[in-house]
């Protein structure tokens, strides 16, 4: 079995937010797969990134396999391996299917330097940092952080280490209406939206959604990062590639190897280089392509 180090504690995070385990009932007996899904443009770079090599490096398991949905809309990371299956429900308590009554494991818990990189995946997969104006025709310029997620005692559990370790004003509302209609199940949230607790959040426990990252880095440098802006949109800014923010298209190979290991230098992530990261691209979407005959929604022009 796996021993609980920061590598697992992040994973443990990146799983409370996007993941979830199958272990197979019935027909599907003797099925063992945890699987990441995320948004096919948002989160591309982040679960080919920053994700799967920071698995491969907490429990040593590589080449995982790579779907894509028809509509081109969400991407999933799958691993096919019972050891590790076995080792987060039964060792970590995390849930066999859906993560309503899933808890931050007390192992994690009760330790500060594992709280933090579950705290910073859970950010990364399941909530947003925007920066907002304080009325209209106002510069986009104050920070926010919010977690939104169908687990309470998650959320309760994360709100209180942010709170008592770290001193953050933090508000929690619980119990709010999901999305979906009548019957989707609640949602309970967690914000802060003081701009020194942003900055402390930024010191302590980091971003490494480089989605989340873009927007931090075109609020440095402009002053403000208005919202309804793609990760496209925000790289092909970054990079150089247009002077502006509403700008589509493809972000030159060259360009985006640079501004990922600027984000690395500076953010501590994604995991992995900017030329490794273009490369894996490629080599996915060649496997979808034959094994699916479809890719990925195309963000590298190479």
């Known amino acids: 079995m796996f021993s609980v180090t920061l590598e697992v504690a992040a994973d443990t995070g990146i799983h409370l937010g996007d993941g979830s385990l199958l272990i197979g009932r019935g027909s599907y007996v003797g099925t063992y797969r945890y699987e990441l899904t995320g948004n096919a443009i948002e989160d591309q770079i982040?679960?080919?990134g920053h994700a799967a090599p920071l698995i491969a490096s907490a429990?040593?398991?590589?080449?995982?396999t790579f779907?894509?949905?028809?509509?081109?809309?969400?991407m999933s990371v799958r691993y096919h391996n019972k050891?590790?299956?076995?080792?987060?429900h039964e060792q970590l308590g995390l849930p066999n299917g859906k993560k309503t009554y899933a808890f931050i494991p007390e192992v994690i818990r009760a330790n500060t330097k594992l709280m933090r990189p579950l705290a910073r995946e859970i950010l990364a997969t399941d909530g947003v940092l925007g920066f907002y104006n304080a009325s209209s025709n106002h510069p986009h310029r104050y920070g926010r952080i919010q977690i939104r997620m169908t687990a309470r005692k998650v959320i309760e559990g994360l709100g209180q280490f942010l709170r008592d370790e770290l001193g953050m004003s933090v508000s929690c509302r619980l119990d709010k209406e999901g999305f979906g209609g009548p019957n989707a199940r609640p949602q309970h949230?967690?914000?802060?939206?003081?701009?020194?607790d942003i900055e402390l959040w930024k010191k302590e426990i980091g971003f490494s959604n480089p989605s989340h990252i873009s927007r931090f880095m075109v609020f440095q440098k402009n002053g403000e990062c208005p919202p309804k802006t793609s990760i496209v949109n925000r790289l092909l800014f970054l990079t150089g590639c247009s002077s502006r923010l509403d700008e589509l298209g493809t972000i030159p190979a060259d360009a985006m190897t640079s501004i990922l290991n600027v984000m690395k230098r500076n953010f501590g992530s994604p995991t992995a280089e900017g030329r490794t990261i273009v490369d894996q691209i490629v080599k996915i979407n060649c496997r979808l392509n034959t094994s699916l005959h479809r890719a990925l929604p195309k963000i590298v022009g190479v």
């Open 46 to 48: 982040y679960l080919i």
């Open 59 to 64: 429990y040593g398991i590589t080449n995982p």
């Open 67 to 74: 779907y894509v949905n028809p509509g081109l809309t969400w």
């Open 83 to 88: 050891t590790l299956v076995l080792f987060k």
């Open 189 to 196: 949230i967690l914000q802060i939206n003081r701009s020194e």
